[in-house]
Structures are given as C-alpha cells and as structure tokens.
C-alpha cells in the first residue's frame, strides 16, 4: 500500500481538493481580462487553503497546527467573499454562488472542528505537562 502523509488522512484536506476543483471550474466562466486579477487571486487562495492544512499538520505544536487551520480558514473566506464580488460583477450567477457557498459551508464546518480539536488537544496537553511539573 502506498504511504500516505498525515494531511492526506484528513477528510478537511479531501474536502479542500474538491472545492479547489470547483473553482476552477467556476472559474472558466470569467472574462479574460480578469486573469491576473480576480481570477489568480481566488485560485492562490483556494490553493492556499488545502497547503495550509497540508502544512498544519508537518507541525509538532497543537498551537502551531491550530494556526495553520486559521490561515486556511482565512483564505476559505477570501475564497467566498471573491465569489460574493464574482457574482455583484456578473461573472457567475446566483445558482453557482449557491453551489460554491454549499461546499464553502461544509469546509468552514471541517475546518472549524479541526482548529477546535486542535485547541482542545493542545489544552489537554499543556494541562498534563503543568501536572507532571508540579
């Protein structure tokens, strides 16, 4: 069986690679003049989101790995509020921002739980070592 890293075990990271091919997807359907503006701004950040969590994880830190999942986080949002202007400029219509907003949900749901699981642990930890030390 081939190996596979920590991040590629993440459902969250799965979901990630999806929502990057939507959008690029989406993406086909803007004017070419918006190619190095808009455009190239919402794929570095849908891409950002999946090596954001793909770095997360090479961390030895909960905090560090809980900071990783915020920066994804960051660039899910930049990622929706991008479409929200996409579909104010006419670029996309209302059934494909609902579409986006659909998978956007579900990985801020994901990502969320990892960054509250990742506190959580990291909490747990500094608790049992605080005990150890005492």
């Not at 990271?13 to 939507?22: C, F, G, N, T």
């Amino acid at each position: 069986m081939k190996y596979l890293y920590a991040f590629e075990r993440l459902d969250v990271w799965q979901v990630s690679r999806a929502l990057i091919k939507e959008v690029y997807r989406l993406l086909t359907q803007f004017p070419g003049f918006e190619m190095q503006n808009l455009t190239n701004q919402i794929r570095r950040a849908a891409v950002s989101i999946s090596l954001n969590i793909a770095e997360g994880t090479s961390r030895n830190s909960l905090k560090e790995q809980s900071r990783f999942s915020e920066i994804a986080y960051g660039s899910l949002l930049e990622v929706y509020c991008s479409f929200l202007i996409a579909k104010d400029l006419g670029y996309i219509d209302e059934n494909d921002l609902s579409g986006i907003a659909v998978r956007i949900q579900e990985l801020s749901n994901k990502l969320n739980a990892l960054k509250n699981s990742q506190i959580k642990r990291s909490s747990t930890q500094h608790q049992t070592n605080k005990q150890i030390n005492n």
